[in-house]
């Protein structure tokens, strides 16, 4: 059984860099194609960011797109969300999600396991 557990998170400031890691147990990187989504109160879940196994193409919402970067570490079998110039409506629960389709996408579906969550605060 596949499980992911995010950390990183906390609360910045407006302009401030925050990095989130998924660890993933249970399975490998390099099999499965890993996303970020993100959930603030009174809104539907988001896609972030995603990036696929095979060949590692990778995808970005559009509000994150030139601020955020996706990275792998197959080594430590990590997957890292670096976030940069972030913004208050960048705050949220992120979740990472990990799917065994082979290409990323950014729908919800074909990812098939799910972390707990790390909240982003951005206030000043």
């Known amino acids: 059984q596949v499980q992911l557990v995010e950390s990183g998170g906390g609360l910045v400031q407006p302009g401030d860099s925050l990095r989130l890691t998924c660890a993933i147990s249970g399975g490998t990187l390099s099999s499965h194609t890993m996303g970020w989504f993100r959930q603030a109160p009174g809104k539907e879940r988001e896609f972030v960011a995603s990036?696929?196994?095979?060949?590692?193409?990778?995808y970005y919402g559009d509000s994150v797109k030139g601020r955020f970067t996706l990275s792998t570490d197959n080594a430590k079998n990590t997957v890292s969300l670096q976030m940069n110039s972030l913004k208050p409506e960048d705050a949220a629960v992120y979740y990472c999600a990990a799917g065994t389709a082979p290409y990323a996408t950014i729908t919800a579906a074909p990812y098939v396991y799910w972390g707990q969550g790390t909240q982003v605060t951005v206030s000043s």
């Open positions: 990036i696929g196994w095979f060949g590692g193409n990778t």
